[in-house]
């Protein structure tokens, strides 16, 4: 790969590349190489494949590329067929040798391994028709499942670099600052602050400047940012000179989670081949501009996404947020003017330089243009990652794309924003998601995580593992966090335990504004949202814990117990012999009895039993 | 319980001049030597703070910060239960009681015979397979009480 020393050898070198993936008429096979994926076991999928490829001497008509995340995640390992769009979920090793026999060399579907629609219960061929993708505009995680992360050829044969071009070539710095300002992007991380004024106050400041990504992406049940680093990091590193040039900086920094190494791995390779290429480092492109790109890991500290904390982690130190009298546009890493902007804002970047800003401005609301990346997990049928535009409903996200909640159980709230978000119930389901609903409702769109939960989620519970998350995440400097998160716990505890008493929700709501007004970072001041949110919309949950000792969801062991409904008991002995502690005993096809006193309330009887037969007292 | 490991003194001082003995990567470093012996010998320590120029307060002050890093043996699988939100609502808890009880230490510990440490760990990013578990660089998931179960007799094996 020879160094490209101007725009007119990028231009050629694309052309050819196109022109070559357009002549060959080859078959391509894409498997889904992503972490979610992976974690089903798409290497053994893919070894089979190349070797059954090679028995039947296809493997020269047939390519096969391992893609970024699809973002259909429940259904991995993923396989999708080009040209056609052929579209094969949850491919095991065992499946290989009937889809080369009957798709590949045949041309048609095997119908047993096809993709079956749970709402309308018909099978669909290609991967456009389904109503998780159809409904999606995936203006930024399209590309990951047709290019091969590892790849800079593929990424530039889908226009990549071609933003760039125009940064250097076509558009001054602050026509590029006033593109973004006009497109109205907004930070992605959660923030929402307006990108086009950051970069603009960044580059007002004097000194050496550094351009940063945080990608210490934290929020428990959120991985975007993991997914595109992983799928495309290139498209963050073209964002990321785009910016530099903006800003009139030489030096930047991924800043990537410790618990995040394929990312850390192909973003490795992705600056090594830009770098190559020269489209990264010294005099880009020929034009006498240099930037280059570091890659900093951190160590399994949440606190670590907060700016502040993030700039002293880069530094080598722990990791503790600052007071911000002073912003870090103006002086961060190093004490100099730093612009740090998140993962999916810096890819969103090249698609507005591209496609330019009004038409990135016409996708949205008012004040939130463009899509999201949203992580839809939790209790729903199609969970996985999902782009839409701001504006669409929480409805349409959980039900239409979600295909919404598994083994007919009742839909109870939606956790939005992570750690300083809130619960969102059923009564606002049709708010619009952007910056400015979810916060009139005492949530947050947040980074993008979105956590649905059924009747079987205690809400108590729920604000207990928060509250338990960020006690163990507090840096421990002020008071407020420290100390109000402690004690936030104990009580919490308490009520979970069976030992709550009148007066608690009170002292969590003290407890809570106290915190809200007082800590030093956002990690403290938006610590009691779950706890709040879920106190105003589950109140009767928690007076029930408080008061009746009890817990309708049957989550919290001490404050209930599984009881067998010998009405709808039709003693097909399932519970009995799944149960680990032989707690259940009776008759063939006569009502069962549970044992109280050997009940370690597993659940495991309560999920196997087909007839509703276990009920929570 | 593990006897502190044998250094190859060699391997520290590559690593560190990866870096180019530069302060700031102070927390890859560590990082870097805990992949090898799944902890950071305090042994290095002196040498961490020569070559990078640095205080010793401020090597303990990062290594007891950061999660990733021990100052304590570990087990030779390092058995990660991801607790996230996700996998929270879809019965973490349950698999993380039921590896404690088969490995018969609780988390945080390290079994008796050095094989397993188990840890939580808040969120591997692989949401949509929860249940997920790690073991050392591979990821489990989809996982219910006994293919957790599975995964950690199946390590066992290999081990003996």
Same mark, same amino acid.
């Given at each position: ?42 290497? =053994? ?31 991995? +390992? ?5 040209? $056609?769009?052929?579209?094969?979920? %949850?491919? %095991? ?26 709402? /309308? ?50 558009? =001054? ?54 997914? &595109? &680093?992983?799928?495309? +990091? ?16 030489? !030096? ?27 489209? #990264? ?24 996404? $907060? ?16 007071? @911000? ?14 612009? #740090? ?13 591209? *496609?330019?800003? $009004? ?47 598994? @083994? ?6 939606? *956790? ?21 609903? #979810?916060?009139?409702?005492? /949530? ?63 002292? #969590? ?71 680990? %502690?032989?707690?259940?005993?009776? !008759? ?28 929570? %007292? | ?160």
């Amino acid at each position: 790969m020879a160094k490209l020393k101007d725009r007119a050898a990028l231009e050629e070198f694309r052309k050819k590349l196109q022109g070559t993936s357009q002549k060959r008429n080859k078959k391509l096979i894409s498997l889904c190489a992503g972490s979610g994926c992976g974690a089903y076991g798409t290497a =053994k999928v893919h070894q089979t494949l190349v070797d059954e490829l090679k028995k039947q001497k296809l493997d020269k008509q047939v390519d096969v590329k391992l893609s970024g995340c699809h973002g259909f995640c429940e259904k991995g +390992p993923i396989m999708v067929i080009h040209p $056609e769009g052929i579209f094969y979920p %949850q491919v %095991q090793e065992k499946n290989i040798p009937e889809i080369v026999e009957e798709t590949i060399k045949k041309g048609e579907l095997v119908k047993s391994l096809a993709y079956k629609d749970p709402t /309308s219960k018909k099978l669909i061929t290609f991967e456009e028709d389904i109503p998780f993708y159809k409904l999606q505009q995936r203006v930024i995680f399209g590309n990951n499942g047709i290019i091969d992360p590892t790849s800079i050829e593929d990424y530039i044969a889908v226009g990549g670099y071609s933003a760039l071009e125009k940064a250097l070539f076509d558009l =001054k710095p602050k026509k590029i600052i006033d593109e973004i300002k006009t497109a109205g992007l907004r930070g992605r991380g959660g923030g929402g602050f307006p990108t086009g004024i950051k970069w603009e106050t960044c580059r007002r400041q004097k000194g050496d400047k550094y351009v940063i990504c945080n990608a210490d992406e934290g929020d428990p049940g959120a991985y975007m940012d993991r997914s &595109l &680093l992983e799928g495309n +990091p290139h498209s963050v590193v073209e964002g990321m000179i785009i910016g530099a040039i903006a800003i009139g900086s030489h !030096e930047g920094f991924v800043y990537v989670r410790h618990e995040y190494p394929l990312a850390v791995k192909n973003l490795t390779v992705a600056l090594q081949k830009a770098e190559k290429l020269g489209l #990264l480092g010294k005099n880009i492109l020929g034009t006498g501009f240099d930037f280059t790109i570091h890659i900093s890991r951190g160590g399994g500290a949440f606190v670590c996404g $907060e700016s502040t904390a993030l700039m002293a982690s880069l530094e080598g130190s722990p990791g503790r947020p600052k007071a @911000k009298y002073v912003h870090t546009v103006e002086k961060g890493f190093r004490q100099n003017p730093s612009n #740090l902007n998140n993962v999916e804002t810096w890819a969103n970047v090249p698609v507005i330089i591209n *496609q330019g800003a $009004e038409w990135y401005a016409s996708i949205g609301t008012e004040r939130s243009k463009g899509t999201k990346i949203f992580s839809l997990v939790g209790k729903v049928v199609n969970t996985g990652l999902v782009e839409v535009p701001m504006g669409t409903t929480l409805r349409s996200i959980i039900f239409d794309i979600g295909g919404g909640i598994p @083994k007919k159980k009742k839909f109870k709230a939606v *956790q939005t924003g992570g750690p300083s978000g809130g619960c969102i119930p059923e009564q606002f389901l049709d708010l619009p998601v952007d910056f400015d609903a #979810l916060a009139k409702v005492g /949530s947050i769109m947040g980074s993008g995580g979105m956590i649905v939960m059924d009747q079987d989620t205690c809400m108590v519970d729920v604000a207990r593992y928060f509250v338990d998350f960020l006690k163990d995440e507090s840096c421990g400097q002020c008071n407020p966090c420290r100390e109000g998160l402690k004690q936030m716990l104990v009580i919490l505890t308490g009520i979970c335990e069976g030992r709550g008493k009148e007066g608690d929700i009170e002292l #969590l709501e003290e407890l809570g504004t106290m915190m809200q007004k007082f800590s030093l970072c956002g990690l403290g001041t938006s610590a009691p949202n779950p706890v709040l949110t879920n106190m105003l919309y589950f109140r009767e949950e928690y007076e029930a814990h408080i008061r009746d000792k009890k817990c309708p969801a049957g989550v919290c062991k001490p404050l209930f117990h599984y009881e067998i409904d010998a009405e709808a008991c039709t003693g097909c002995g399932v519970c009995a012999r799944k149960c680990p %502690q032989e707690a259940i005993s009776g !008759e063939k096809k006569k009502p069962h009895e549970l044992h109280q006193d050997q009940c370690i309330k597993c659940g495991i009887c309560y999920d196997a039993c087909k007839f509703d037969a276990i009920a929570i %007292q | 319980m593990e006897t502190a490991v044998e250094i190859d003194w060699n391997t520290i001082g590559n690593i560190i001049n990866g870096y180019k003995g530069n302060p700031e990567a102070l927390l890859m470093i560590m990082q870097d030597i805990n992949d090898i012996y799944h902890y950071v010998p305090p042994e290095v320590i002196p040498l961490l703070v020569e070559k990078l120029a640095v205080k010793e307060s401020l090597i303990y002050s990062v290594a007891t910060f950061y999660k990733t890093i021990s100052l304590e043996p570990r087990g030779k699988y390092i058995v990660s239960v991801c607790t996230g939100t996700a996998c929270h609502v879809r019965g973490a808890e349950k698999i993380m009681d039921a590896i404690e009880g088969r490995l018969e230490i609780g988390e945080g510990q390290t079994s008796e015979d050095g094989l397993f440490t188990l840890e939580a760990v808040r969120c591997i990013g692989c949401c949509a397979s929860g249940p997920v578990i790690t073991v050392n660089q591979e990821t489990h998931g989809g996982l219910d009480r006994s293919s957790a179960l599975k995964v950690i007799d199946d390590y066992s094996q290999k081990a003996s």
